[in-house]
């Protein structure tokens, strides 16, 4: 009884600023979403569902197709990049990997947007990579490298590219050596090793990495404000206009419901994903090895034949 | 109990916060844009009438009117708002009359500014500064531009090098402005045929820049930028090549005004501050520090001569201001405005 009480007592400020700041908003959200603006902004609190049947209008849905793909090629690419950095992490020596973990989240140390902005001094038509690339003779004409989307793409990656490494790193470090070790004993080459047992196994810090840089990329609009230079509308722009240039609260509800919608689902995909690993994670593991050894009998019996 | 005692603690702490928190109430709130005023106005202010005021901030026209519709108005003494804001403020019922008996200073003003159309008489609000809107360009690297189209349809030189401003009032003035209409106008059809020139338009400028345009005339990455006048004048600072002009079709006219909301507790020390903005000393303040038009005649004409030189689109008249078309709230049909913006900053 005593140690429940405290318990609850140890729990309560964070389940209450978690109740103040996070399920009340969401309420007020959701709620709001099923009114109309005033003429002069304010709400109307005229219950209807036009918001939901505004929102799936081809601009709108549009906007939203976009910042899904957007986030998407940022999560793919940073994925790309980040697996290798990870995997070669946990491959260095014990104690040189917590430096090259530091190195990694050292660009945490300076701002969001002085980071977004360093973007804007390389990467403008007067900016370092065109110079440069006109001093040396590459290119005659500058590169429009900035204000599309390459530029956000670019921004986003960046700037979440640690989190992911950090996820990677985390689950490949998890797996016990001895898993890998046993595939190689069973004959498979590495890239079978790596494909079949290093990979599902840190599908985890996979889902993870993913799941982070695209729900923070899919609502972001720094990012395509400033390296888009406005051309680029994502969803994240839209709400932050509706609530602050067109004063239409309840339609900027509705789209960050539909949003928090969205990342709700993924979340919940990933969730699904990390469960699925913890709790099949031996009998997997054996099946993929019992497999590998079918394959290194298989090809001890093509060599014996040969 | 330690837990209970450590808890009874932060209670403490907070409602002594918040406590500290009230006792500002006795002090003038005014609200305007960040670097609008001289730094120190709250202790010039103090020192003048010895009432205790504190500034807050807003980004936007946009964003103080949500703070002020929610709150209707309280927490508030004198807003600095653009002049369709006034007008939506006062159809809204939130702002109190201004009392002219309680700001001598408005023998400062010039006759024109008491002929303002969203306010005529300066019943509800007293204007700040004024100005337009226009075309700021890089003299050195291309002619002088004309029209809204050299804007909208750039030469092939100038495609990729020109920037407009996203503002949803700003951006759609553009279109009309080209298309030879109203920049207050209601019609569904010259909305769309805007839109459509807009659209177009989108596919030759590098961006849209509302902030730092005069910034990349500075560094060459553009060379024509859609702009206010006075924010032309930072790049002319750095500059002497960049240079304003109003195209030929016209352009709009906007006010920034001080207005005072009806459920200020402070009125009678809200008009005190009014009165000391429009002061001559501090109307000489905007036009050597934000470089832009005061209605203020006094401090106007006492402008050293060298800095009209300088930067010639201060030194334009009152007539030449109050030449082109004012902006005005657009009431219902703001919501066809948002849309079309929408529409056009989603386009490919």
Known sequence: ?306 | MKLLKSLGVSVLTLSAVLASASSMADKLVISNWDGYMPADMMERFKKATGIDAELALHATNEEIMGKVVASKGKGYDVIFVSSPFVEALNKLDLIADIDHSQIPNTKNLYKQANNLKYDKGNKMSMPYAWGTTGLCYRADLMDEPTSWNDLLKPNDKLKGKVTMLSTDRWLMAAGFLSLGHSVNTAKQSEIEAAKDVLIEAKKSILAYDDATFYAKLVSGEATMTHAWDGWCNYGTAENPNIKYTIPKEGTDMWVDTMVIPKNSKMKKEAHAFINFVLSQDIGVWIANNVMYKTPNEAAMSSLDKELLKAYPNLAMTPDQIMAQEQLRDLGKTQKAYTKAVTEILASN
């Open chain 1, 1 to 306: 009884m005593r140690n429940s009480s405290r318990n609850w007592l140890l729990i309560a400020p964070g389940l209450g600023w978690l109740a103040l700041f996070m399920v009340i908003p969401c309420i007020l959200i959701f709620a709001l979403s099923f009114f109309e603006r005033g003429v002069y902004g304010g709400v109307d609190y005229n219950f209807n569902f036009e918001n939901f049947q505004r929102a799936f209008d081809p601009i709108y849905l549009g906007i939203l197709l976009d910042s899904i793909r957007i986030a998407g090629t940022a999560t793919l690419v940073a994925i790309l990049l980040a697996y290798p950095a990870a995997y070669a992490i946990s491959l260095a020596p014990r104690n040189k990997q917590t430096t090259y973990l530091f190195l990694i989240m050292l660009p945490f140390w300076s701002n969001y947007l002085i980071r977004t902005y360093a973007w804007i001094v390389l990467l403008n038509r007067e900016g370092l990579i065109n110079n440069s690339l006109e001093a040396i003779g590459v290119i005659n004409e500058p590169l429009n490298l900035l204000y599309n989307e390459f530029s956000v793409i670019t921004g986003l990656v960046y700037n979440y590219l640690p989190f992911v490494v950090l996820a990677i790193y985390s689950s490949i470090s998890k797996i016990n050596p001895e898993v890998r070790e046993a595939s190689e004993d069973l004959g498979a080459p590495a890239w079978k090793t790596f494909l079949r047992v290093t990979l599902p196994l840190t599908a985890p810090g996979v889902a993870a990495g993913s799941v982070f840089v695209f729900v923070l990329s899919v609502g972001n609009f720094i990012t395509p404000d400033l390296l888009g230079g406005g051309r680029l509308q994502m969803v994240g722009n839209l709400i932050y206009d509706q609530f602050l240039s067109a004063r239409d609260w309840p339609f900027g509800a509705t789209l960050s419901f539909i949003l928090i919608g969205i990342m709700m689902m993924l979340l919940f995909a990933q969730a699904v994903v990390v469960n699925r690993q913890n709790t099949d994670r031996t009998p997997k593991v054996k099946e993929e090895l019992e497999s590998l050894k079918f394959d290194a009998s298989m090809t001890q019996q093509e060599k014996a034949h040969a």
